[in-house]
C-alpha cells in the first residue's frame, strides 16, 4: 500500500512514521509513505496558506489553490488509483470496519487541515470522502490522519507479527450541537465554483439565517442523531 498525507506540519509525521508497527511495515515492503508539504505549493511570497472567512467571524480558513494544487501533483506521480480522504469532523465517524475497508485500497491519500478548516470548495471539487475519528475538536487533522494510518496499516498482511486482530476503541457521541455551516474564502470564483451571494451582502441577518439553515440541512443529511440537540440549541 501506499500512502500519500498532505499537510502544513509534515515534520510531525516522522516520529510515528519511524517506529514500531509502522517501522516494521515500511521495512517489510508492506506499506510506502509520502509527506507533502501544502505550503510549498503557495504562489505568493508570504506562502500564504489561509485566510479571512467571507460573511464574518472568528478565525482564518485554508484557501483552494494550495490545497488543490498540492492534491493534483499527488495524484500524477503515482500511477496507482487513489482513494482521496478529507480529515473533517463533518465526515464519516471511523471505526474498526472502515479501517478494514481502507485497508484493502491499494493507496490512500489523506488531507490534513488546520485552522478552522477548509474552504467548502475543496471539500467539493476534490470529491475526497470525509472521515471523522471523532466528536471532539483538535488543533488540525495530522493526528486524525495518524489514527487511520496507524489503525489500518496494522490489519495489512505482514504489518503485524503475529495473528492477533487489530482492536479500535469506539467513540462516544458528542453531546454537543448539529454540524458546522460551509466556509468560503478569497477568490470569490474558483474553477467556476462561486461564493454563495449572501455571504457577500454585508447583511449580517441574512447571512446568520443562511448559515443556520444550511447546517440544519448538513446535519440532517450527514448526522440525523445530532438532530434533537441541535435544534434545541440553535432554535
Known amino acids: 500500500m501506499r500512502i500519500d498525507i498532505l499537510t502544513l506540519f509534515p515534520e510531525m509525521f516522522e516520529s510515528p512514521l519511524s517506529h514500531s508497527i509502522l517501522k516494521r511495515a515500511q521495512?517489510?515492503?508492506?506499506?510506502?509513505?509520502?509527506?507533502?508539504?501544502?505550503?510549498?505549493?503557495?504562489?505568493?511570497?508570504?506562502?500564504?496558506?489561509?485566510?479571512?472567512?467571507?460573511g464574518g467571524g472568528a478565525g482564518m480558513v485554508m484557501m483552494c489553490q494550495p490545497v488543490f494544487d498540492c492534491f493534483e501533483q499527488?495524484?500524477?506521480?503515482?500511477?496507482?488509483?487513489?482513494?482521496?480522504?478529507?480529515l473533517s469532523p463533518q465526515g464519516e465517524k471511523f471505526g474498526q470496519a472502515k479501517a478494514v475497508e481502507l485497508s484493502k485500497a491499494g493507496r490512500l491519500v489523506l488531507i490534513a487541515g488546520r485552522y478552522e478548516g477548509f474552504d467548502e470548495r475543496i471539500r467539493t471539487g476534490l470529491e475526497a470522502e470525509e472521515i471523522s475519528v471523532g466528536d471532539y475538536v483538535l488543533s488540525g487533522g495530522e493526528l486524525a490522519a495518524m489514527v487511520i494510518v496507524d489503525a489500518v496499516v496494522r490489519l495489512l498482511p505482514g504489518a503485524l507479527g503475529d495473528e492477533e486482530s487489530a482492536k479500535n476503541d469506539s467513540f462516544g457521541q458528542s453531546a454537543g450541537g448539529g454540524l458546522e455551516y460551509p466556509q468560503y474564502t478569497r477568490p470569490e470564483v474558483f474553477r467556476?465554483?462561486?461564493?454563495?451571494?449572501?455571504l457577500l451582502s454585508g447583511n449580517h441577518k441574512n447571512i446568520a439565517e443562511w448559515r443556520r439553515q444550511k447546517a440544519l440541512?448538513?446535519?440532517?443529511?450527514?448526522?440525523p442523531d445530532l438532530l434533537d440537540s441541535f435544534q434545541d440549541e440553535k432554535a
Open 27 to 54: 521495512e517489510k515492503g508492506t506499506v510506502e509513505f509520502a509527506l507533502w508539504n501544502i505550503r510549498a505549493f503557495t504562489t505568493d511570497k508570504y506562502r500564504k496558506v489561509d485566510d479571512k472567512p467571507y
Open 74 to 86: 499527488v495524484i500524477r506521480q503515482h500511477p496507482k488509483p487513489a482513494r482521496s480522504i478529507l
Open 217 to 223: 440541512e448538513r446535519t440532517k443529511s450527514r448526522r
Open 192 to 198: 467556476g465554483m462561486e461564493v454563495p451571494q449572501v
